[in-house]
């Protein structure tokens, strides 16, 4: 295995990209998501957006948290959209801005860590799948400076080499950051960024938290950005998605557990 491995990272580069480079593949190929600028529609159409999603790092990984709500111009148009999405079994995505977009980005990138691992047999590490995601961000660059298109996630990841949760945000022209506690992206995340400062100061930072308490304090920040923003679904109709990425791998929360959160957030608010 280990001269299979070494054989192919000693591949000569064929002028369209490195090995293992599944957007040089689609290159070669002239697929669509190739070209800068191609990947969405034209500039007349509504496009669909996702509006809160909400990172912060626990004791045991990272959790995010979303609304269920996606817009169009004023128009609620669906109030089940899937902004956590899984890009492998240690990558988490998730997405604000526009959802034809995002949603083709994941697709692609789904693809390309796949094609990684089974040309070079190994996993695509950590840097490499935060380049590939802003290397796709810089490609939609043409398309969101005419005001159509625009994407940014927040990414979450568990780092095996340092055995500890991570958590990113982009620019629109993809430079990427990483932040120490939390990360929040879409049109409710700038009203509730104070909150999150709030939470560390009076209460402890999120990464000593238990995913109880974490998931709590998420709620409730999503909920005042509800209160904050129209574009923003809240909880009260459809309970929000939550995911986690742990040591082991991706966990999906389920209703169960949300709902029980919710309602010790209930019992802290009317003091029952």
């Known amino acids: 295995m280990r001269n299979q491995i070494e054989e192919r990272q000693q591949q000569p580069f064929d002028g369209a990209g490195r090995a293992g480079d599944f957007l040089a593949v689609l290159e070669r190929t002239g697929h669509p998501i190739a070209r800068p600028g191609a990947i969405s529609g034209p500039g007349d159409v509504t496009e669909i957006h996702g509006t809160t999603v909400i990172a912060v790092k626990y004791k045991d990984g990272v959790l995010n948290v979303g609304d269920r709500r996606a817009t169009g111009g004023t128009a609620i148009l669906y109030d089940r959209a899937e902004k956590i999405v899984p890009l492998d079994t240690h990558t988490l995505i998730a997405i604000s801005g526009s959802y034809a977009t995002a949603t083709n980005i994941i697709r692609y990138l789904q693809h390309s860590f796949k094609y990684f691992a089974r040309t070079q047999l190994q996993e695509m590490s950590l840097d490499g799948k935060l380049s590939e995601l802003g290397r796709m961000i810089a490609q939609n660059l043409p398309n969101a400076m005419q005001g159509i298109g625009a994407f940014l996630p927040v ?30 992206a879409g049109s409710g995340s700038g009203p509730i960024r104070g909150a999150f400062d709030y939470i560390v100061r009076t209460k402890g930072p999120f990464h000593e938290m238990s995913r109880e308490q974490a998931l709590k304090e998420c709620l409730t920040l999503l909920d005042i950005a509800a209160d904050l923003d129209s574009a923003t679904g809240g909880y009260s ?36």
């Not at 990414?155 to 929040?184: K, P, V």
């Open 155 to 184: 990414l979450s990841a568990w780092d095996a080499t340092n055995d500890e949760g991570r958590i990113y945000f982009y620019d629109g022209m993809g430079a990427r950051f990483e932040t120490r506690e939390f990360g929040a």
């Open 237 to 272: 109709k459809i309970l929000p998605i939550a995911k986690v990425v742990e040591r082991a791998g991706v966990v999906a929360i389920s209703d169960e557990e949300i709902t029980a959160a919710l309602g010790g957030i209930s019992e802290a608010q009317t003091g029952a």
